[in-house]
């Protein structure tokens, strides 16, 4: 009979310690199921758990730089006389659709005094043109003043210098190579376009690149 309780008193212990061991892994499951972080993929992490920020965007879009065909359109040849306007309304003549025109495009005459009233909005909003006391920056020549649209569409004119029209004179055709030298944000109104030939507090005439220089009234 002592035997026999031996027996039962260890089939008791085993049973308990098999309850236990249970009861344990059953709890760690119920913590872990409450409490373990689940599997996410970087761009859905929050930025609280990413060290305050999150995940760098994809690169943004850039704007299409100009064709053979634009800086040729927008090229003001050395010597030549013309002025910036002129670049633009070309521009404009060429594709009145692309920059506001809403008219008859088939309407020749109509679409040139819509391009020549616009170039000259455009001049001014750009900063060539004072519209406060008449200054204005020219060009001497060998650059394209090309009329683009940014990566957030906004209208800008960006002078893209011909290098080789540095070094000779022969070059000066529009079909050499460029590289974009100055943008110009075009200002939301005339009222707050900035000239940038002239201190805006003295009047005094501001340094240009050198294919440009400054005309005030009167000179």
Known sequence: ?????????????????????????????????????????????????????SPPPH???????????????AFVAKGSGKSVEWALI????????????????????????WAGHRAAVLAIKGGYVDWKFGG??????????????????KTQIVEYEEASSQLEFAANTGSGTFSPATTHTIAASVATSQFFGASPVTGNRLLVPHYEYVVFPGE
Do not use: C
Not at 22 to 42: Q, S
Not at 62 to 68: H, N
């Open 1 to 53: 009979m002592k035997h026999s309780g031996e027996n039962s008193g260890a089939r008791v212990a085993k049973i308990a310690v098999l309850l236990i061991a249970i009861l344990a892994v059953g709890a760690g499951l119920l913590w872990h199921h409450y409490h373990a972080v689940p599997t996410v993929h970087l761009a859905q992490w929050p930025a609280a758990h990413n060290g305050g920020s």
């Open 59 to 73: 690169p943004q879009p850039k704007a299409a730089g100009p064709s053979d065909a634009q800086l040729a359109l």
């Open 90 to 113: 070309r521009q404009l003549v060429a594709d009145p659709g692309s920059w506001g025109f809403s008219g008859d495009r088939n309407d020749k005459e109509a679409v040139k005094q």
């Open 136 to 153: 204005e920056v020219r060009t001497y020549g060998g650059v394209s003043y090309v009329l683009q649209k940014d990566a957030k569409d």
